[in-house]
């Protein structure tokens, strides 16, 4: 997927689960661009390690595609 053309909203915001909206309420809204920015390298250092989400992974896939969106500068 060619980083221009990726969004928050399209590509980012549906990776996250109602549940884990839930779960990192208390530190950052996973629906919200802004914070999803701000705590970016944070998100993916966890998504990487696998203690993000806390019940399971995600596949390679997804969080790939977190990391391109970072890396193409965390586009709204």
């Given amino acids: 997927m ?31 661009h802004a914070d999803v920015s701000e705590n970016a390298e944070l998100i993916l250092e966890r998504l990487q390690e696998g203690t993000m989400p806390c019940d399971s992974p995600w596949p390679e896939d997804r969080v790939a595609l977190f990391e391109r969106w970072v890396q193409a500068g965390k586009p709204e």
């Fill in 2 to 32: 060619p980083e221009e053309l990726m969004s928050f909203a399209k590509d980012i915001k549906p990776l996250f689960r109602h549940k884990d909206k839930g779960a990192m309420s208390w530190a950052f809204d996973l629906g919200d």
